[in-house]
């Protein structure tokens, strides 16, 4: 079984910076990506960053530039750099593994970090 472990949410100011951490740790196989969620309070969760096996990496059109997604793979851990943060960044931050392939796979997720920005 798959366990992620977040942390590193919390609150900045418009401008400011957090980075989120995501351990994961169990047995995993074929992995495919690791990435980074927002769900923002009423809205739908949607991508902000992915990284691929490979290293490849895709990022929301509302986040480029200013966010970083980057992979430590000796601890399992993947990251998520935020610069220059806006009030509309605010919502709760999943990290997301997924095993297999783009269409046929399997996800985990962890458990979630509040991240807020106030103007």
Known sequence: ??????????????????????AASGSIFNLYSMGWYSQAPGKQRELV??????????????VKGRFTISRDNAKSTVYLQ????KAEDTAVYYCNLRVG????????WGQGTQVTVSS
């Open 101 to 108: 392939w783009a269409q046929i796979g399997y996800d985990y």
């Open 49 to 62: 960053a992915v990284i691929f096996s490979g290293g490849n990496t895709n990022y929301a059109d509302s």
């Open 82 to 85: 935020m610069n220059s943060l």
């Open 1 to 22: 079984q798959v366990q992620l472990v977040e942390s590193g949410g919390g609150s900045a100011q418009a401008g400011g910076s957090l980075r989120l951490s995501c």
